[in-house]
C-alpha cells in the first residue's frame, strides 16, 4: 500500500499556472504507475494523467494536453503535476493516485488514493 499527501492548490486567475506535488511513503512507489485524477461539484471523479514507473511514458485527457505536464522524481518518492493555462473549467479537486501496475490510465487500476487538493480557478 502506498500513503498519497497532495499538495500545492490554491486560487489562481485564469491563464496562471500551479505545481501539485503528491508525496508518497511505502516501498512500493517506484514500481508504480502514478496519476492524477479531479473531481469538480456535480461531476464524476475523471482522469487528467498518468506516468509509468520509469517516468518515460506518459498520458493525459483531451481537455489538458499541451497545458499540464506530469512528471515524477523516484529519489524523493514524489509525483508532480505542472499545470499552465489554466482555466475556470479546471476548478475541482485534484487527487493523486497510485496503481497496481507499471502503467495505466484506467481509474480501476489505481488502488491508493490521496485526501486531495482544491484548485479554484477564477475568471
Known amino acids: 500500500q502506498v500513503q498519497l499527501v497532495e499538495s500545492g492548490g490554491g486560487l489562481v486567475q485564469a491563464g496562471d499556472s500551479l505545481r501539485l506535488s503528491c508525496a508518497a511513503s511505502?516501498?512500493?512507489?517506484?514500481?508504480?504507475?502514478m496519476g492524477w485524477f479531479r473531481q469538480a461539484p456535480g461531476q464524476e471523479r475523471e482522469f487528467v494523467a498518468t506516468i509509468g514507473w520509469s517516468g518515460r511514458s506518459t498520458g493525459y485527457a483531451d481537455s489538458v494536453r499541451g497545458r499540464f505536464t506530469i512528471s515524477r522524481d523516484n529519489a524523493k518518492n514524489t509525483v508532480y503535476l505542472q499545470m499552465n493555462n489554466l482555466k475556470p473549467e479546471d476548478t475541482a479537486v485534484y487527487y493523486c493516485?497510485?496503481?497496481?501496475?507499471?502503467?495505466?490510465?484506467?481509474?480501476?487500476?489505481?488502488?491508493?488514493w490521496g485526501q486531495g487538493t482544491q484548485v479554484t480557478v477564477s475568471s
Open positions: 493516485a497510485a496503481a497496481r501496475v507499471l502503467y495505466s490510465n484506467r481509474m480501476a487500476d489505481f488502488v491508493s
Open positions: 511505502g516501498r512500493t512507489f517506484n514500481n508504480a504507475a
